[in-house]
C-alpha cells in the first residue's frame, strides 16, 4: 500500500454520537446536522416542493433536492454543499444520481435508516428536555 493511501474501514456509529460531535454555529447547520437532515429527509422520501411535478420515482431511502433548498435550509454556499455531497459519496455514506437542476440522494442500506432516525429523534427530545431542567 502506498504512504498517501488511507485504508478504508467500517464504523458503527449511532444516533448518540452524532448529537455528541454536533456542533452549534448560529442558523448553519453542522456537517453532523446535515447528514442527519439527508438521513431524514431519506426515510421520508422527501422530494423537493420545486420537484414534485418531475417524472422522476423516489426509491427506498431516496430524496430528491436541489443544491439551492439545501444551501438555504442549511444555510451554507451552494458550493460548499456541492462539495460536501461529493465527500460524504467518497466516504460511501450517500450515492448520487445527479440530474439537471437536482439530485437524487441514496442512502445506502447498510444505515439501518429507520432505528438510527428514532434513536436521534428520542434522544433530542431528552437533551431538550434535560435544557428545560436546566433552566429551571
Request: glycine fraction near 2%; include cysteine; charge should be negative.
Amino acid at each position: 500500500m502506498k504512504e498517501n493511501q488511507i485504508p478504508q474501514i467500517a464504523v458503527s456509529a449511532n444516533a448518540s454520537l452524532f448529537l455528541y460531535l454536533k456542533e452549534r454555529i448560529g442558523d448553519r447547520k453542522s456537517k453532523v446536522e446535515a447528514y442527519c437532515d439527508l438521513l431524514d429527509k431519506a426515510s421520508k422520501r422527501f422530494v423537493s416542493r420545486f420537484l414534485r411535478n418531475k417524472d422522476y420515482e423516489i426509491g427506498t431511502n431516496q430524496c430528491h433536492v436541489t443544491i439551492t433548498d439545501l444551501a438555504a435550509e442549511w444555510h451554507w454556499h451552494r458550493a460548499t454543499v456541492r462539495s460536501y455531497l461529493e465527500r460524504m459519496e467518497a466516504f460511501g455514506l450517500i450515492q448520487k444520481i445527479t440530474l439537471p437542476k437536482s439530485i437524487v440522494i441514496t442512502i445506502p442500506e447498510s444505515m439501518s435508516l429507520s432505528e438510527l432516525k428514532e434513536e436521534f429523534s428520542s434522544l433530542e427530545s431528552s437533551e431538550s428536555e434535560a435544557q428545560i431542567l436546566d433552566n429551571d
